[in-house]
């Protein structure tokens, strides 16, 4: 299972240096849309790392099959999301509540 990352340049800089392979730069909607729905149908993706304010600039359709989504889990980074609904998707994902 790999990590996929979709965002601007400077968003996907840091975790291609970490050495993420499936880093996509987005500098636009159409683009965005189309790396989202590639990384939704790519069977090796396990979690899906966004900017939450790309989150925002997708369709609302899109939004909440990304919202829902468990495979991949999908993670918005740098927005007011936080603790409680990140502990639920890593509880959908892997099974387990890891804060127990």
């Known amino acids: 299972m790999e990590i996929a990352v979709i965002g601007n340049s400077e ?5 291609r ?4 392979r499936k880093t996509y730069a987005a500098e636009n909607d159409e683009k965005l ?3 989202i729905t590639g990384a939704l149908d790519d069977a090796e993706v396990g979690i899906l790392v966004l900017n939450s304010k790309d989150m925002e600039r ?3 359709r899109l939004q909440v099959t990304l919202e829902n989504s ?3 889990t999908v993670i918005a980074i740098g927005g007011e999301e936080g603790g409680a609904s990140m502990r639920e998707k890593i509880k959908r994902s892997v099974g387990v509540d890891l804060w127990k």
Do not use: N, S
């Open 17 to 20: 240096l970490a050495g993420i």
């Open 11 to 15: 968003f996907i800089l840091g975790f």
């Open 70 to 72: 468990v495979k991949p």
């Open 58 to 60: 997708v369709p609302r």
């Open 33 to 35: 849309i189309q790396f």
